[in-house]
């Protein structure tokens, strides 16, 4: 059998061994005896000042000021606001330019579909829909 025991000081080792010993009473008197010398006999030594931080730093950082979401915000939130760019069909594209037509903007529109450098939206390439699709909305198409 094996036991491994540590101790603290010296006073533990006295606790110990009149434990040991049978005298666990006896042995609680001589520890504090042998407190009572160590403390004696060690010198003072003033403790050390407690360190107090600057005013600055024992205050907790001022919270940044809260802003109030603004529209857009509170539509990511909820889930409103598209994270992708909405793709268009030339048939809907086609309609708006109908639309735009019938309220007497064919010239606009014409004008309009020349600057993408095509002479009908029949040529306009499929990557220039969302472009184009702004474009109308600008000029006043429900699309």
Do not use: C, W
Request: glycine content about 6%.
């Amino acid at each position: 059998m094996k036991f491994n025991v540590e101790f603290e000081d010296l006073k533990e080792i006295v606790v110990f061994a009149d434990f040991i010993k049978g005298k666990a009473a006896p042995a609680q008197k001589a520890a504090q005896q042998v407190g009572t010398a160590q403390q004696a006999a060690a010198p003072q030594q003033a403790a050390p000042p407690a360190y107090t931080p600057p005013a600055a730093q024992a205050q907790p950082p001022a919270a940044p000021p809260v802003q109030a979401a603004t529209p857009t915000q509170q539509l990511a939130q909820q889930g409103g606001v598209p994270t992708a760019a909405p793709s268009y069909t030339l048939e809907e594209l086609g309609r708006a330019g109908v639309t735009l037509m019938e309220s007497g903007k064919k010239a606009e529109l014409e004008a309009l579909v020349a600057s993408f450098g095509v002479a009908s939206l029949q040529q306009l390439p499929e990557a220039q829909y969302g472009a184009f699709a702004t474009a109308l909305r600008s000029m006043g198409a429900p699309i």
